[in-house]
């Protein structure tokens, strides 16, 4: 059963092998001629190297002309031969350039790009694929979110703090505008991966606006702009570590140290620890840390003596103003009947000692449990804002000054 259909194969193979050569003996020999009628094809070299760039509302087509000396032009293709424009090739010795915008309407296009000499011999086609952007993706571009922006009139500098976006949507910057303290408005651009933009030399009382620029591939040549959100005013803020509990930047101990932000000299720093440090300005009540100066009672205190009397101690913050008017609201405050403390605003880097006072933009002696203190600025530039301490003690007496409540400082 087995050896049948090789039998049948073995007879079948040579009667097809007949066959086909009785057909090829009776076919011309020169049928093939029919097929170079009108002489041989002659075929131009091609482009090389095309790239077809996306832009807004238009295309960027790149390419290089190499191996053919003889093109004398290009012609390009596009939407199955519906649209067409033709370049003008000069050829040199070397490997040329094309290099040319085609203005074309949104959406995906495919071109077709076939090169001629002066017989007319044409090329091979290349094909390529593009992209033209325009009204209908600019019209999905969502801005940025903005969740908080402050002016901080210490450094006068503006923080923009940014809200997440997609990347994949083509986002590559934010493009912030503001007004700087010479009267100058600048352009600031920051890449999108930034969470926070840091506005220099910002001008207080004059708003923002900013807009969200994109890419949306890697070979678009154009950017996209979403609108502006504009009219953005900051929230202004002269003056920090502001709320109690105050914030401390060191402790020298449980209970003594130095606050966060806020500047304490040398006479303000009369807690001595047993490795030789100095602390001032913090005392922690109930576990909450209040501004504070204090002299006296060293007997009790660890190491002994401590607390020594202080001189003109100071705790202060120097920041930066425009012209007019300011308040500074302390909401609660612990005064022992000794001792003298000021509020003070003094034009410059630094406070003024007691004997100086007449030199300040104005002080207020503080004596109940708040106080509100008012005063005009002129002149536009760095101002000090703080505390002044004049206190007295002794090794079984002595005089304390504590804030232990918020304050506030605000332009009228």
Same mark, same amino acid.
């Given at each position: 059963?087995m050896?049948v259909?090789?039998?049948?194969t ?8 007949m066959?086909?050569l009785?057909f090829?003996c ?6 093939y001629k ?11 070299g ?7 760039f996306?832009?807004?509302e %238009?295309?960027y087509?790149?390419?290089?002309f190499?191996a053919?000396?003889k093109v004398? %032009?290009?012609k390009?293709y ?6 067409s424009?033709e370049?003008?090739?000069?050829r040199?010795?070397?490997v ?5 915008s085609l203005k ?13 000499d002066?017989?007319?011999?044409k090329?091979l ?10 009204? %209908?993706?600019s019209?999905?571009?969502i801005?940025r979110?903005?969740?908080?922006v ?5 450094? =006068?500098?503006?923080t923009v703090?940014w809200g997440?976006?997609d990347?994949?949507?083509?986002a ?10 010479s009267?100058k408005l600048i352009?600031?651009?920051d ?5 926070k933009?840091?506005?220099?030399d910002?001008?207080p009382?004059?708003p923002l606006?900013? %807009? ?9 040549i154009?950017?996209?702009?979403t &609108?502006?959100?504009?009219n953005?005013s ?5 003056l ?13 101990g ?5 606050p966060?932000v806020?500047l304490v000299?040398d006479?303000?720093k ?7 440090k100095?602390?001032?300005?913090i005392?922690?009540?109930?576990k909450?840390?209040c501004?504070s ?10 190491p002994?003596?401590?607390?020594a009397?202080i001189? &003109?101690g ?5 920041? &930066?103003? =425009?012209?007019?008017?300011y ?8 005064k022992?009947?000794a001792?003298?403390v000021?509020?003070?605003a ?7 000692d007691?004997s100086?006072?007449?030199?300040a ?7 109940g449990?708040?106080a509100i ?8 530039g760095?101002v000090?804002?703080?505390?002044l301490g ?16 918020n ?6």
């Amino acid at each position: 059963m087995m050896k049948v259909p090789h039998i049948k194969t073995f007879f079948i193979m040579p009667l097809l092998s007949m066959a086909m050569l009785s057909f090829l003996c009776c076919s011309k020999s020169d049928d093939y001629k029919k097929y170079l009628e009108g002489g041989e094809i002659s075929y131009t070299g091609k482009i090389d190297s095309v790239k077809v760039f996306s832009g807004k509302e %238009r295309v960027y087509i790149t390419g290089l002309f190499m191996a053919d000396p003889k093109v004398e %032009r290009l012609k390009i293709y596009w939407d199955n031969r519906q649209d067409s424009t033709e370049v003008k090739v000069n050829r040199t010795a070397g490997v040329d350039t094309l290099k040319i915008s085609l203005k074309i309407s949104e959406g995906v296009h495919n071109f077709e790009l076939i090169t001629y000499d002066a017989q007319g011999n044409k090329s091979l086609s290349v094909f390529k694929t593009g992209v033209s952007y325009g009204e %209908r993706f600019s019209s999905g571009l969502i801005n940025r979110p903005m969740y908080a922006v402050d002016y901080f009139a210490g450094d =006068q500098k503006t923080t923009v703090n940014w809200g997440g976006i997609d990347l994949t949507s083509g986002a590559q910057f934010t493009e912030v505008e503001y007004t700087n303290t010479s009267g100058k408005l600048i352009i600031q651009r920051d890449s999108i991966k930034l969470g926070k933009s840091i506005l220099a030399d910002f001008m207080p009382g004059k708003p923002l606006r900013y %807009r969200t620029l994109f890419v949306p591939d890697s070979l678009s040549i154009d950017t996209f702009y979403t &609108n502006y959100s504009a009219n953005i005013s900051p929230k202004e803020v002269y003056l920090k570590n502001m709320n109690f509990p105050f914030e401390t930047s060191a402790m020298g101990g449980d209970r003594w140290g130095t606050p966060a932000v806020w500047l304490v000299n040398d006479a303000a720093k009369n807690f001595k620890t047993a490795d030789g440090k100095y602390y001032g300005g913090i005392e922690i009540r109930d576990k909450k840390a209040c501004l504070s100066l204090e002299a006296g009672w060293w007997q009790w205190a660890s190491p002994s003596p401590n607390l020594a009397p202080i001189v &003109n101690g100071k705790i202060y913050q120097t920041t &930066n103003l =425009q012209p007019g008017k300011y308040r500074f609201t302390v909401s609660k405050i612990d005064k022992g009947s000794a001792g003298v403390v000021h509020l003070i605003a003094a034009k410059g880097n630094a406070l003024p000692d007691q004997s100086a006072l007449n030199t300040a933009l104005g002080f207020q002696t503080l004596s109940g449990s708040s106080a509100i203190f008012e005063f005009t600025v002129t002149e536009a530039g760095p101002v000090t804002l703080g505390f002044l301490g004049n206190m007295n003690g002794t090794a079984s007496d002595g005089s304390y000054f504590k804030v232990s409540g918020n304050m506030i400082f605000e332009k009228l």
